[in-house]
C-alpha cells in the first residue's frame, strides 16, 4: 500500500512537471505582452513623450508570431524607439530581425547591441547561471554588421560606446550608450562626462544592467537608464519572483521601472521579447515590450 501510494505521489509531480513545461515552452513563451508606465523625468508643464522600449528578440528564423507582434507595436506611435540588444539567436536570422522592426524604423530610434548580436548561441546547462563564475561560451559570428547597416541607413543612433543628441516628438534628447558589459565590450571612458543642461530629455541604455555602468551613467545626470539582458528571470517563483538576473543586479530590479539608488535617475528594465534558443520556456515571466510614457516631475 504504501509502495503504491509513493507510486501516485512520484507520477503525479512528474505528470505536473511536464504540464508546467509543456506550459512554459509552448504558451507563455509566446504570451507576448506591452507593458505601460509613466515616468516622470521631464521639466513642470512639458507635454508628454513616448518611448518604446524593446529588447532581447533573440530572433530565429520563421518565428513569425514573434515577428508580426513586434512590428504591429507601431500602434503605439512612439516618438522614440529604444532598442537594447540580442536580436539574433542564428545566423539566418537578420531578414527575420528587421520584417519585426521595419514598421518602427519610420520613427526616430537608438539602438545598441547585446552579445548575441555578435555570437551565435551553444547548448548550456540552464543551471550555470546559479554559478556567475561559470565559463562564458560563445558560437559562430553573426551577421552583425549587416543588422547595424540597416538600422543606421534608417536614422537610427548608433550608441555602442558613442553619444548623440537628436529630436524625437518636438524635444532635444541626449543619449548615451555602452556595448555590451556582459563580455567586457563596454568602453564608458571614451563618452563619459556631464550630460548636456540644454536636453529636454536624457536617455542612457546598455544591454546589460550591470550596476557599475548605471552608477557612471546616473553620475553624469542622465535621467532615464534603459536595459534589458536579464529576461526578467525567465523563470520566475511566483511571490518570490526572478531567481537570477544574469548579471551584477539585485534580483529584486530584474524587470520593472526603479528609482536607480542614490541618484536622481529612473531605470527600466525590460524582460524582452524572446529566449535563449536552447531554453525556449517563460514561467510567471511573460515577454514583453514596454511603452514608457515620460510626464512631468
Known amino acids: 500500500m504504501r509502495k503504491r501510494t509513493l507510486f501516485s505521489i512520484a507520477a503525479g509531480t512528474a505528470a505536473a512537471g511536464a504540464a508546467t513545461l509543456a506550459y512554459a515552452s509552448l504558451i507563455e513563451r509566446n504570451m507576448f505582452t506591452l507593458r505601460r508606465y509613466d515616468v516622470p523625468v521631464l521639466a513642470p508643464d512639458a507635454e508628454p513623450l513616448r518611448i518604446l522600449h524593446l529588447s532581447d528578440m533573440h530572433m530565429m528564423p520563421n518565428q513569425r508570431r514573434k515577428q508580426d507582434w513586434v512590428a504591429s507595436l507601431a500602434a503605439t506611435d512612439p516618438d522614440l524607439v529604444v532598442v537594447t540588444g540580442d536580436n539574433l539567436a542564428h545566423p539566418a536570422a537578420v531578414s527575420g530581425a ?11 530610434g537608438a539602438f545598441v547591441f547585446g552579445s548575441n548580436d555578435y555570437k551565435g548561441p551553444v547548448w548550456k546547462n540552464p543551471f550555470s547561471y546559479f554559478f556567475p563564475d561559470r565559463e562564458y561560451r560563445q558560437g559562430a559570428d553573426l551577421p552583425t554588421e549587416e543588422l547595424r547597416d540597416v538600422l543606421v541607413g534608417a536614422g537610427w543612433a548608433d550608441l555602442n560606446n558613442a553619444r548623440t543628441s537628436l529630436k524625437a516628438g518636438g524635444r532635444l534628447i541626449e543619449l548615451i550608450g555602452v556595448d555590451d ?18 536636453a529636454d530629455l536624457r536617455v542612457g541604455l546598455t544591454h ?18 534603459l536595459a534589458g539582458h536579464t529576461h526578467g528571470g525567465q523563470v520566475c517563483v511566483p511571490f518570490v519572483g526572478a531567481l537570477v538576473t544574469n548579471c551584477d543586479l539585485p534580483r529584486s530590479m530584474a524587470r520593472g521601472l526603479f528609482r536607480w539608488p542614490g541618484s536622481d535617475s529612473w531605470l527600466h528594465v525590460t524582460a524582452g521579447i524572446g529566449t535563449h534558443p536552447t531554453a525556449p520556456v517563460r514561467f510567471a515571466c511573460p515577454p514583453e515590450a514596454s511603452v514608457l510614457t515620460l510626464i512631468p516631475r
Do not use: Q
Not at 528587421?98 to 526616430?108: G, Q, W
Not at 556582459?182 to 556631464?194: F, I, S, T
Open 181 to 198: 558589459p556582459h563580455v567586457g565590450r563596454d568602453e564608458y571612458e571614451l563618452v563619459a562626462g556631464p550630460a548636456s543642461p540644454e
Open 208 to 225: 546589460s544592467p550591470e550596476p557599475y555602468i548605471l552608477d557612471a551613467m546616473s553620475g553624469d545626470g542622465f535621467d532615464l537608464l
Open 98 to 108: 528587421l520584417r519585426a522592426l521595419e514598421p518602427l524604423l519610420d520613427y526616430p
